[in-house]
């Protein structure tokens, strides 16, 4: 899973041990060699659905990490683009990723919590890549209407949404596995480091964004396949700010 320049196990094993920020500030130099990183496949296949929804002025990416959203809304945007994270590391690298990029819109990098958002109707698209299992279900009204404040009125929230994985197979158990693990970790130490697979669930998800008030389209991300039962193996949530 990993590269020999990726993190040893004795890093992982501190992040795990540490609080969620922390655990990412230790992670942040080497983020972009573990599997955690989302792959340019997605983040491809995301700007070239999103494209034709544009024009886009301004683009937020929520939760940015290393910065490879940004990267996506700097193809989008053309005249500004933020990345927001609440790890101080995680923000370091991103701007060093990115300060050779000469040309396109400016980019800023904002250190702040998801959950509380210093903007207001300030953007036409966010997006989003990796970052929902940092949120328990009961958190997601919140983020969602942190979002909805910061895009100005029809603006777009999109992010990309997989299918879980059939029940018993090997990604069904290895999730599970990963989940349960967390849920025990987070019962008998502290601080709490916050990250599972499976507390994002298509369904109440789009739910949730509704009772915000975004107005919900899927559109399917034909270039990863199809289920055997024919739905899209992977989803593209496209939101809409009333």
Not at 72 to 79: A, S
Not at 92 to 118: I, K, T
Request: charged residues 20%; contains cysteine; hydrophobic residues 45%.
């Amino acid at each position: 899973m990993f590269t020999p320049q990726g993190p040893t196990l004795r890093e992982l094993a501190v992040q795990a041990f540490s609080s969620t920020m922390r655990g990412y500030d230790l992670l942040a130099p080497k983020f972009d060699l573990t599997p955690y990183r989302t792959p340019d496949r997605i983040l491809e296949a995301v700007a070239d659905e999103v494209r034709p929804l544009g024009p886009f002025g301004r683009g937020l990416d929520v939760c940015c990490g290393t910065g490879a959203g940004v990267g996506v809304l700097r193809g989008l945007c053309r005249e500004r683009v933020t990345g927001v994270d609440f790890s101080a590391g995680m923000l370091g690298v991103a701007r060093a990723a990115h300060a050779g990029n000469a040309g396109g819109p400016v980019v800023d990098w904002v250190r702040a919590d998801a959950m509380a958002l210093p903007f207001a109707g300030a953007f036409d698209l966010a997006l989003s890549f990796g970052a929902f299992g940092h949120f328990l279900p009961e958190e997601r009204p919140g983020l969602f209407d942190q979002v909805y404040a910061a895009l100005r009125p029809g603006g777009l929230f999109v992010f990309p949404v997989g299918a879980p994985p059939a029940v018993g197979s090997r990604a069904y158990w290895s999730l599970l596995g990963f989940d349960l693990a967390m849920r025990a970790r987070n019962a008998l130490w502290r601080p709490p480091f916050v990250m599972y697979y499976r507390t994002f669930p298509l369904a109440g998800v789009v739910d949730d964004l509704v009772r915000t008030g975004f107005t919900v389209r899927l559109l399917p991300l034909e270039e990863f396949g199809r289920r055997p039962d024919g739905s899209p193996r992977v989803r593209l949530v496209v939101a809409a700010r009333g």
